[in-house]
Structure formats: C-alpha cells, structure tokens
C-alpha cells in the first residue's frame, strides 16, 4: 500500500488529496511540523527532513507536484492525467512544474520570514516583496481560468491539484483575499471537490489518533 508521511495542510497534501481523487489506498503517517526538529527519527527515512515523503513499493519520492504527476500516470487509469499525445501534454507539465517554481516557492519565503524566524531576523520587507511576487505570478492561473474551467485540457487535471495547494497555502497566509475574481472563482470550485473535502478530514483524523497537533502547519506561529 502506498504510504505518504504528511505534516497537516503541508505541502504533502497535494498527494493527499490526489490519493483521494483517484480513489487509491494508502497509509497516513502522520509528522509534527517541522519534522527536522519534532520527528528526528524522519530523517533516517528522509534525510532532506522535508514533506511529503511517498513510499510506492521500490519507488520513493520527494517531490510534491512529482507526485501528482505519478499517481495520475500510475495509478489513474486515465484520470487526471494529460498523456504525452495529448495536445495540452506541455501545457499540463508547465502547470505542474509552475506549481511549486513559481506559486509556492516565493509564499514559502512570506511564511518564513513573517512567523517561522525568530523576530530578531523577521525580514518584513522581503515577505511582503515575495508576497507581492506571487500574487504577480497569479496572473497566469487568472487568464487560464477566465472562463469557469480548469488549468488545461478541458478538465480537471493533476495539474489543478498541485496549483490548487498554491493557492490553499495562500489562504493560510491571508492573501486569498487579493486573489484576481477568476482565480478566487476556481478556488472557490476546487474547495467544493468531494475528495479535496475527504482529504481535508482525512489528515484531521489521522492526526488525532497519531497524537500529531491537527493544526494546520502553516498556521503555527
Ligand atoms: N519542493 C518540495 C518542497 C518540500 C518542502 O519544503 N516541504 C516543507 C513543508 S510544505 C517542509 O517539509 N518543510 C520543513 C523543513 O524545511 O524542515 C515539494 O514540493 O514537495
């Protein structure tokens, strides 16, 4: 059974809730946040220290938006997958890859430097620069949204999973209320998703009977 080491609401939940989409079994484990400091013992598993950690058989992987990709290639019998002869291929992968380059990296700076240092080496200049970035950056999912539908391809995609955490993190960080009306809209559209709602239960659960604070790691101050 594939298992996911997952910290709530992290970026681990990009597999998550693909896990959940695509209906496939998997194991929980669940991590205190960050693990490098709370779950030493991770680190022999993961020496990056970092979440997600993806255990599929021989296949071990560490990278969130790669996941995605995996597990609609692998596990999705066509679903939420854009195969390599589809016209929207490259556009797909560009989504994938822009999820975490382009929309989550710079938010990852926002949180470090306004709550995750200590206040002597706070930098407000630098989170409300970078936070600035990614809201620039948002134009790109704003004109592909414009008219109601999803990243590519005509429908929802692996592609709008890992995006859709983007913008999830961003919530967390209080700039959801800057979002462009059509990226608030798709928001609002990938929020209403059965599996995004089970994953979302699913880590609160899990968290309680691992005995892991079920608070949603970017909010922890
Ligand atoms: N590019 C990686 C980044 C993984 C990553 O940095 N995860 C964060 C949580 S969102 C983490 O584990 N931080 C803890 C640390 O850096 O010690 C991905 O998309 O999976």
Redesign the pocket.
Known sequence: MIELYH?VS??SFRPLWMLEELCVPYRLRMLP????VHARQYLEDNPL????LMKDGATRM????AMCQYLAARHGDGRLDVAAGDPAHGSYLNWLHMS?ATL?FPQ?LVLRYTHFEPAERRQPQVAQDYARWFLARLRAVDAAVQQGGFLCAGRFTAADVAVGYALQLAQHLGLAREFPHAVAGYWQRLQERPAFERALQAQHRAALEQGVDPTP?PDLR
């Open positions: 910290c992290a970026r946040f960050p693990p490098r220290g970092t979440v997600p560490t990278e969130s938006a975490d989550t990852t790691s």
